[in-house]
């Protein structure tokens, strides 16, 4: 809804009240539309002005309301009216003006922005445009290039930026609805004519198809198949080239597309599963809500190797006291040097003085004695990390959560370490980790929930997107990586090429196809674990066993090639080759061409044609099957948990909502058809049977995503 009430005599001051972001919902459509009206009528009231309450202006359209038939006032003549109104009207923007909120300010004459206020247009990252006029409003103020900036985006801009571009007239530090009011009073009376923006000229640069094609193959390149970026250039393209109702017309000719869209769709699950993950559950039924956890005032990191220094530069950021150990001394001074340099480059591009003093560096693992909190990010060997967790247990004042950054070993193990396995839980950070997003918290079979909620406090704190799961092998990202790996080798064996398969996978929308990945994070990483579980043998690389490990369908591809020392960029050969070792630029290899043909030659394999539906299917399909197991094992406690994980980790494209969301999409019952069909066709690869939990919910009509918790609560009330 929105208040009204008059305020200095002559001000009319309409706030909107929709806690807890002001978002237009259709109550407050109307609300606006009563106030304004009745503000315009009132003879006493000389000026208005639009504010909302709590601090924060308008979180813009209510994204809830997509999903049902939207009634109330639309918000496009809404605008209009009050840009048509003969009182000028002011927005007073506090705390944030997003979507239709910078687009209801937008309409209206003057805006003024507190400080710390943050505005922008962000509908581009839920699969829309800014379709209350956005589109065309906003060129038309700051410009093309700027406009083109904001809209293909979504970037929120501070108040300092939004006053240079011109999309604010005034920022203050001061109370921002006191200073409206202020303002108002000033203009009131004065003529309006020039502070209409529709009725503006959009400035036309002179080289307006260059630009325009220019931004259009940028924006394509990166958008990786998502339509809603392209559809915002097109928009900004219409105010460029034609009148103000027109473009209008336009605006919403591309919204109507967009609007109804699978993406749309996905983008927006996206934002509600990336806050949804915050009310972590466990399956012993300790919850976020009931959970408290533990202020951390100093944090300390073992091991300063790639994934310690990450780590220590994010817990640095902020603004804890942090600890550093690395008990090899050269190591020692080089991470120090690294952490500097990592902090001093985070600082400036954020425009703030690094947090060099927040930490210090020891050889020695009793310098972690008084930390609340303790990472260990030492290297993936169990004995070693046994090893730090009794040194830790013994070293530590009592109640020191003990985090483990392991991206597959058993944190019960490591817990059994402990005098206190309540308080150990993994924090699985990912490469970078002062970059990377996502943060998979494992809680084990002892962890305390309040060690899970420290954990994930912390990680929200780092600006982290913390995600709450079980303890298994490889928790929820890996263990699904695995059969996605193993299909990519089988899609070798069977006629495919790595390029073929990345190819098949980048249009999809990955940000890189398997095989560069691999390439990239190096090939031995995964060799490694495959010699640790024995089955990366050298003398089982030929002859009849070579191709069944351990009972199952095994490729060794990846071995022979570690064999031969090609691991990766690192390397400058892989899957593909490189100009030299550690360049980036992936190019097709004719030897390894020629050693595809030999080895299946050598294995009795006749090459078939493989198409890109049965890369993807093969590819996606094992990796979702592993996402049912997960949630029928209670790992993750909903399909959002594995999306965001997936999203946010694994570069799974946004646009298609994760691997769980895309499953809902394509069908349940495709998805169940085509693993049937596969593990028929493979009966020696056990991941392609299709999980019990995916033939339940087809069995119960395949329900939407968002009803799949009750089918798992039922299937585990009945375990
Ligand atoms: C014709 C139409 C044209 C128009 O151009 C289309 C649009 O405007 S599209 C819209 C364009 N606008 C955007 O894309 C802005 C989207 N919003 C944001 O970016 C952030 O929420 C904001 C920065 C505002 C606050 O951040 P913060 O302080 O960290 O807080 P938080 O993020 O944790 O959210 C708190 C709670 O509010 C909920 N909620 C939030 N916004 C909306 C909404 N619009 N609606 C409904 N709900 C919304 C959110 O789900 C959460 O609920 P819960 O149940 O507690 O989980």
Known sequence: MAQYSCVSGSVGLITLKNPPVNALSAAVRHGIVDTVKRALSEPKVKSVVICGQNGIFCGGADIREFASDMSGPPLVPMIHAIEAANKPVVAAIEGSALGGGLELALGCHYRIAHSKAKLGLPEVTLGLLPAAGGTQRLPRLIGVPAALNLITTGRHVTAAEALQLGVVDQVTDQNTVDAAVKFALSVAGQSLDARRISTYPCPRPSDLDALFDGVMQKVRQSARGAIAPVACVQAVRAAATLPYTQGMEREKELMATLFTSGQARALQYCFFA???????SMPSGARWDTSKPRPVHKAAVIGLGTMGRGIAVALAQT????VAVETQEKQLMEAKQAVSGML?????????????????YSGNIQA????????????EDMTLKEKIFQQLSAVCKPGTFLCTNTSALDVDHLASQTRNPELVVGMHFFAPAHVMKLLEVVYGTRSSPQAVATAMQLGKKMGKVSVAVGNCRG????????????QAFFLLEEGATPELVDRALEEFGFA??????????????GWKVRKGDGLAEPEMATGQSARIRQGRRYSPLGDLLCEQGRYGQKTGQGWYQYDKPGGRVARSDPWLHSFLEEYRARHGLVARRIDQQEVLERCLYVLINEGFHILEDGIAAGPEDIDVIYVFGYGWPRHRGGPMF?????????????LEHYHQAHPDVPYMQPCNLLRRLVASGSPPIQRWREVIKKLHSQL
């Open 319 to 322: 603004g804890l006291s942090v």
């Open 475 to 486: 928790f929820v990202g890996n263990r699904m990586l695995k059969p996605y790996l193993e």
């Open 368 to 379: 972690v004695a008084d930390a609340d909190l303790v990472i260990e990010a030492v290297f």
């Open 662 to 674: 895309y499953a809902s999409m394509v069908g349940l019952a495709k998805v169940l058809e085509r």
């Open 344 to 360: 001093e480059r985070g600082a400036k591009r954020r425009g703030v003085a690094p947090a060099l003093d927040g930490i210090s």
């Open 274 to 280: 990336q806050r949804a993950v915050g009310r972590w």
């Open 512 to 525: 890189m196809g398997v095989f560069r990945v691999s390439d990239l994070s190096g090939l031995d990483v």
